[in-house]
């Protein structure tokens, strides 16, 4: 008998947390244009059909952070950018916030994998080359933020 979790049970996490991505970037994304506050944002997202698939932990946990800990997030961001933040495409900078949030706070998670799941948000969302922007700029900034695990990983 295995003392981890089965394979079937990891997949199905890890598709609630990309829906809770998912759902956090469109969340963010209407913060960010509207101003509505963010416990009024999270209650409407929680009413959407199809919430119930995803890590509803997870997506409070995105928003809150992100929106809680932006001065920190566009700052860890800010050398890898041509630009300030606030002139970035709103699609890509709430992509931005969302794995910078990510590769900060959640060391669980490699950073190859928050950069694919921000580039393939990205490409969903965002515009024609907006995943290449969103790679780029990661993946600079993933060099320093999260130094050790990059060398090991070389």
């Known amino acids: 008998m295995s003392a981890g979790p089965d394979k079937h049970d990891q997949r199905r996490q890890n598709h ?8 956090a970037l469109q969340a963010l994304y209407q913060w960010q244009m509207t101003g509505e506050s963010v416990p009024e944002i999270l209650a ?15 997506f409070d946990e995105l928003v809150r952070g992100v929106t809680g800990g932006l001065d920190e997030i566009d700052a860890a961001l800010a050398p ?3 630009r300030d933040m ?17 590769l900060l706070h959640r060391m669980d998670l490699p950073y190859r994998v928050v950069i694919n799941e921000a580039i393939e948000l990205a490409k969903k969302f965002g515009a024609d080359q907006s995943h290449r922007f969103v790679n780029g700029v990661l993946d600079n900034a993933v060099k320093d933020l999260r130094k050790i695990e990059v060398q090991a990983a070389r």
């Open 16 to 23: 609630r947390r990309r829906r809770a991505r998912r759902l």
């Open 44 to 58: 409407q997202f929680r009413e959407n059909e199809g919430f119930e698939n995803a890590d509803a932990a997870y």
């Open 80 to 82: 890898y950018l041509q």
């Open 86 to 102: 606030e002139s970035v495409d709103p699609v890509e900078r709430a992509v931005l916030r969302l794995a910078g949030y990510e």
